[in-house]
């Protein structure tokens, strides 16, 4: 890494951390109100100005130096507001599986797209994606026949994250005689394509999934046919880390926000802080965070170094922290009793987005059980 | 309190602790089962008819709304005679023995724990003027409940105690002392006046009676602490904000402003003065005057957190629902979920704490039946005559008895005077075993289905989301979690260790 591009993920670092601050705690709650409320893609718009989400737009030898930009910034956006940092952890594993399918250009394609306007109007240079599901089960709901060198999409995806406000969707589909599935690149907004309303769910309200009803949408093949899972499994080994980074953040600010109220609130006349309960408390939520924070930093450097099984241990550090970070924002709304339970605070919504963050990329015990597969796999080798 | 020296009572002591559902064998009236077995049918009726169909609906739309009040609810369970179920039938009302209202706010509860709270918290309300054993006032306010029910207007009653200072303090008296408290009650001709704001008070406002917790003396809280009955539209008394809480949308959590607010004798439920001429004119009593404040806190908490504990089972039984249906109902990785071995040991985990969380509400209701609150009415001659008694000779010959101070000093007497430490200790702290143990597996079973359930977990329209909602405030109300388990060390294990004393450290 050279040492001017050191310095620019440094000055992202330190953009992301006061975006974070002055951007992300204010009005948050208001936008949590979505579907109730409207999406603000006003700031969605600086957060795309700012480069948040075109980290990962090129590949080669930077590609681990652009990671680690990447989780640093997912991890400080998610401690004021993780459905922010779902924007661009969403659109960052759209690209991620663009890249791992050889198409760099594609994204090039997209960002010209983009700059001279030729998205639907209304519409965000983002691409959707279905992120909380494994894409080998939302191909099921989508066919794509081929078509004077396009494909068309019918069928039904759930759930595809920033649906309702990109211009683009990267949907897996299965193919008439091809094993397997496949991704292709959808236009939204347009012809082809419904989505339905915002559905409503648990945490990461402004960053909705929307349900797409596809209707022969024209769309264009990404990679090669019948190698979806093999992108996708690519792609998922390297932001299962980014997905840790989230939950990593949602867990600090829960900390941060416990022990500034532990700090004031004075109850038998003294501040809970000094209740050796509430400091045991304390404790352990600093200590799943401080051990949420090795296991990033390890397994970024294991990234780095190319070290074999580097695949196994970002796996590893998402479920462990994703894990964690359950337990962590639960006592994080614990201690600030019924103060923690109400919108005031931010609590509550933490203790919503990381429940939501846990089934982030699938479902969680089905990635456990293929976590040993995995294992053995690498031990084998 | 009196702390008890010798190793032989201790020991006798935690044996009975250990035993109290063996103890319960001989003493409890056949009739309960029964009556509960009819109380469930009405809970599972209500839940079939009304709570399950709207649920989900009314979540969203406080969601979208928050200052939307559900009266038709309240109306609804009003009709079906939910709020005069568990008012003893001396006091105008059905006469349901008390524990099975565990039963029914788990039963209520597993479909969705706000409506269920729309029910149960007057209950709560109704737990504090009854913990007084003032039966003067009991017999007005159960009375309009009752009529309320008869004239189609409900009339339900909410607990007003916590303050914006303070939370945990207020529910212990032995922290009491140090509260920042500020809901002063000033002594005037005719009555009190009050001057403050209670928060975070459920039902806040859909109630009509308020038993609000206040304190003469500021500065000394735990000796001047006075419990009166504020009815809605009192001049002076006015609702301020609806909390925007995570869960349990339905059920609003209001803040209750005293302006000036003059309350009637008539309507003070008790007060340390009363307290301190009981103590004079029992020549011998067993406590002091904060220990019968205290006594009365306990009493309340023990009957209210096994309701919060049935309505941790029921939100564990929902969760657990949840699951067992999607597991039935989908396949994942081309197989159905009920058929693969892990999903059926999480699901048997799951059943596993719904079974424990229900045992240990039981445990504290028979705990409440022979040492607590219900052990008056829960006495096999007093349980008959309340049932049998017709109810025109009740309210025309025995009521009218009920408002004769006399009657007041002599249930106090009984139930307060007559209650030992001990037993105080045992039913407060199987309370709060029910309590921390039924909501942290209430929580645990809602965080085992999303995972189960997988993106579906997370969808509102599935519900189980709702569940995980829900329960984490019944690890915060009724005090935190642990809060309840300090109570229990005190109860249960401090009591009998010498030089142990309680919320010292």
Redesign the interface.
Known sequence: MTSQRSEEWKLLERMSCEFALRELRTGR?ERD?HP?APLDLDLLRKGEELGFFSLLQEDGEEAPANLRALNLILENLSMEDAAFAGAVFTHSLSQMVILQAGRADVLDKLKAKAAEGGTAEGRLPLVAFPS??APG?TARGLRAEKQDGNYLLTGKA??VVLGSMAAWALLPARTMGVEGFSFFLCPLGGEGVEAGPA?????LRSCPGVDLVMKGAVSSLVGEPGEGARYYGSAADLLAVSAAAMSLGVMKGSLREALQYARQR????REIINW???RM?LSQMSLHCRTGEMLLAAVMQEMAEGKPGWEVSSRAAALQVQDMA?QVV?DG??LL??N?????YGQ?KR??DA??L??LM?????RK?EFLRLAEDIDSH | MAALDEPRSAAKSELEDAIVSLQALQRIPRAVLRETRQALEEAKRFNREVIRPRALELDMKMQEDPDYLPWDFVQEANRRGFYTMFIPRLFGGRGYNIPALSCVLEEMASACTAMANLVGVHYLGIDTLAASWNMRLMNKIMRDVAEGERVGQPRIVSLAITEPEAGTDVEEVELLSKAKVTCRVERVKGGRVINGRKIFISNGHLSTWHMLVGYEDLQRPEETTVMLAVKTGTKGFSFGRMEKKMGQRACPASELIFEDCFVPEENVCFDYGYMDRMVRWLGRPRRSVPEYTSQVIHYVLSTSRAGVAGFATGVARGAYEEALRFAVETEVGGKRLIDQEWARCLLAEMYKNVALARLSYVETNYANSLYGMFKVLQWKPMFYILKLTPRKMMDSVVAPFLNLGAVTWLFRKICLDGQKDEEMQRTSGWASLSKFAASDFGLRNCQLALDLMGRAGVLFDQGAEKHLRDCKLLQIYEGTNQLNRLNLFNCLIGRSLPGVRAFEE
């Open positions: 709650e109100a109730f909380f599901d089960e759930d759930f559905v409503l769910s648990l945490g004075v109850q038998g006349g050796s309960e509430v408390i359950c639960s709304v614990q009793g019924g923690g339970y109400m919108r005031d509550e203790f919503r429940h939501q846990k089934v699938g479902h969680h015990p089905l059980l």
